[in-house]
């Protein structure tokens, strides 16, 4: 596992100031039926389920920050699955900041420059070591808007969202950045 950083305190104050995925969805303005129905139509492989529940257990848990503002479509789409993903996993816990909370500790982590693309997810061990970072969306739905763009491409995201294929590479991906940083 990676040492700690510096950001431990830091994490532990963004993570205890987040919102559970529920709270967040309650006070959110837009998309809030999307994110419940992505909530509610993500199914979590038990493959992946067993993967992480290993994780946890090595781990001391899983403490998950993700930014995230109603407004964004990849939030929409990708902080359900996140979220889904983790309740799955006992001693693991997600909560959800605005982009403007704790947003140094977000270019730290993971942000590039003055701002930073969202959802940005964080998943750190219990003692809030970071592990692993995943940014906005799947490579493949950036394939996607790059070669049919921007308009036609979100429709397309749409249906292979509801499909459940972009949500796998969610996890997929999400699993792998873990593993890549020696989490597994």
Known sequence: MRECTGISRQAQAAFDDGSPFAEFVGRSRLNVRLMQQNYRDTVVPETFVSRLCQAADKAGGLRVLVWAEDWCPDTAENLPVVARMFSEVPGA?????????????????????????IPLVVVFDGSFCRHAVWVERPRAAHEVMAAEGKERGRRTL???????DMRLEVMKEITATMEEQGFF
């Open 93 to 117: 816990e997600v909560r959800v900041l605005r982009k403007d909370q704790h947003s140094e500790l977000a270019r730290a982590l993971g942000g590039a420059g003055s701002s930073f693309r």
């Open 158 to 164: 749409r249906k292979l969202y509801r499909s459940g």
